[in-house]
């Protein structure tokens, strides 16, 4: 009896000091895994060198961006498969290039079916935003699948006093309220408003620095007296440089040295100078070119601070570690080259964008990525560190693996679109390919010249090589490769709707 006695009370013992082991080691509430929250931040006609830490712009200074690229990535060669508001915007939401989802220009309306990768997040339990410019099809500022919230505008919307769509109520400004501020407090209130324990994603389209150039008015004059770096080919073709509101041609030995072909030339380059797209006379005469730089640049800084604020609210909320931050534009922009303002073209200013991306948990501080990006690799990136596959009708790819610096197959240039718009006839449709070394621009249904640009040694873009007889075998190849994507991606029939709008142009004489 004590023998049996013993042993029940040697295995009460036991069975207490497992339990009491068990309690200890395994936690009552286990801490749930940190969302991978998402924050996509998209500028407009912000070109890829006007950032501070580039050093390419004297004076001109933006902390937050900067912040951006040394915390995180900075990718050089980002480039738009079109150049151009709606088909950018379009391309980053569906990862298509513009002849797969026909939104080729500002009116043409949304091809019904598309899908927008938010519409994925959504379905994967993300909570998800849209605030800002839409601007795309036929949609106005009606909310769009794919978004639990929804802020947006009309058309290009305004700077000052604007009225917004919210949720599908308009909802009216006045007293100077300024957009670009005003966009940055519904966002921040609508992450106030979330459960942090589940993942979100914020889509923040910003109207700045879209012309024409409207700073805050803390802004208003701070680069009155900034520099301005006077590109050498913005007077190649000035018939008149009285007419060029900027100082004369530089006569340095720089300028003596460039070797420039006028000869090959494109006609619409040379002719749209004198025109609202035009250094000699842009925007029909409203605004000088120094005024017009200064002014960008101010605008820009709204958007700077905007930046600023969204990274401030990630370290308020302990939730900057695994939040993926990227900063884009949707095109570049000219500031004189070739006699250019404006976008549209081929040149690197208009098809390059700035490109940064923040993630502490992923991305090294100071990453250069030198890989070539397109804005069709934005959606199947961001998807990707959602945890989710790429639908198979996205013509981009996931970029993420290069983000973690890891090495991966990937490709080594970029193609690009643009189809005639009906307001600025004087720009034609052109197909192309840019790689390290050369660029090569089909200008389609005008009698014209093609281009061919060896941007190691031309980085200007204005010794047209396209009759050289020593590159010949380069430009076929090129042209090879153009029709090649063309045709491999279903892009050889050219989209068309109806035209239902144009401007006036100087030389346009016809009616509507």
């Known amino acids: 009896m004590k023998h049996f006695f013993l042993s029940c009370l040697s295995t009460l013992i036991l ?73 950018s915007r379009a391309s980053i939401l569906t990862g298509q290039y513009a002849h797969t989802h026909k939104v080729v220009d500002n009116f043409a309306p949304l091809t019904p079916g598309l899908k927008f990768f938010p519409q994925y997040l959504q379905k994967a339990g993300y909570k998800t935003a849209f605030l800002g410019k839409w601007h795309m099809g036929n949609t106005d500022d009606a909310p769009q699948p794919g978004f639990d919230y929804w802020l947006s505008f009309k058309g290009q ?36 408003s979330l459960e942090k324990a589940k993942p979100f994603c914020l889509y923040l389209s910003h109207k700045a620095v879209h012309a024409e150039f409207q700073p805050a008015k803390r802004h208003r004059g701070m680069y009155r007296n900034m520099p301005i770096n006077y590109p050498q080919s913005m007077y190649l073709t000035a018939t008149d440089s009285s007419k060029i509101w900027g100082p004369k041609p530089s006569q340095s030995p720089e300028t003596r040295q460039l070797k420039v072909n006028m000869a090959d030339m494109p006609n619409w380059v040379k002719n749209q100078r004198y025109s609202w797209h035009g250094v000699d006379y842009m925007y029909h005469g409203q605004i000088g070119f120094n005024d017009f730089y200064h002014r960008y640049c101010e605008t820009l800084m709204g958007v700077d ?70 804005n069709v690799d ?27 610096g890891e090495t991966i197959p990937w490709r080594d240039r970029a193609f690009y679109e643009y189809y005639w718009e009906a307001d600025f006839p004087q720009t ?49 190849d090129m042209r090879n490769q153009v029709f090649d994507w063309l045709e491999s991606t279903n892009g050889l029939q050219i989209p068309l709707h109806p035209v239902r709008q144009k401007r006036f142009d100087h030389r346009y004489k016809g009616t509507y």
């Not at 905007?306 to 500031?335: A, C, H, P, Q």
């Not at 923040?358 to 890989?371: I, L």
């Not at 959602?386 to 981009?396: E, F, I, N, R, T």
């Open 305 to 374: 601070d905007s930046v600023g604020r969204i990274l401030k609210w990630l370290e308020d909320n302990k939730l900057s570690e695994t939040t993926l931050v990227v900063y884009m534009g949707d095109n570049g922009f000219s500031f004189g080259e070739h006699g250019l303002i404006d976008k549209r073209h081929m040149y690197e200013e208009s098809m390059r964008v700035p490109l940064l991306v923040r993630c502490p948990a992923v991305v090294k501080p100071g990453t250069k990525v030198e890989q070539v990006i397109q």
């Open 428 to 476: 034609p449709t052109m197909f192309g390919v840019r790689t390290s070394r050369y660029k090569y621009i089909f200008n389609y249904g005008v009698w014209d010249a093609n281009e061919l640009y060896d941007l190691q040694n031309d980085p200007q873009e204005v010794n047209n090589l396209i009759r050289s007889s020593e590159h010949q075998e380069i430009a076929h």
């Open 15 to 87: 069975i207490s000091l497992l339990a009491s082991f068990r309690f200890q080691t395994l936690p009552f509430n286990p801490k749930p895994p940190t969302p991978k929250n998402i924050i996509y931040i998209l500028a407009d006609d912000h070109r890829y060198d006007f950032m501070g830490f580039t050093g390419k712009v004297a004076g001109l200074n933006t902390p937050n961006l900067d912040r951006l690229a040394n915390e995180g990535a900075h990718v050089r060669n980002a480039f738009v498969s079109t150049a151009l508001c709606s088909p």
């Open 157 to 192: 919307g305004v700077y000052y006093n604007p009225t917004f769509n919210i949720n599908g109520k308009q909802v009216s400004y006045s007293d100077s309220s300024y957009t670009t501020d005003l966009l940055t407090d519904y966002a921040i209130k609508w992450l106030n």
């Open 378 to 404: 934005i959606a199947p990136t961001l998807m990707a560190y959602a945890g989710l596959a790429k639908p198979s009708q996205m013509q981009g790819n996931s970029f993420l693996p290069i983000l973690k």
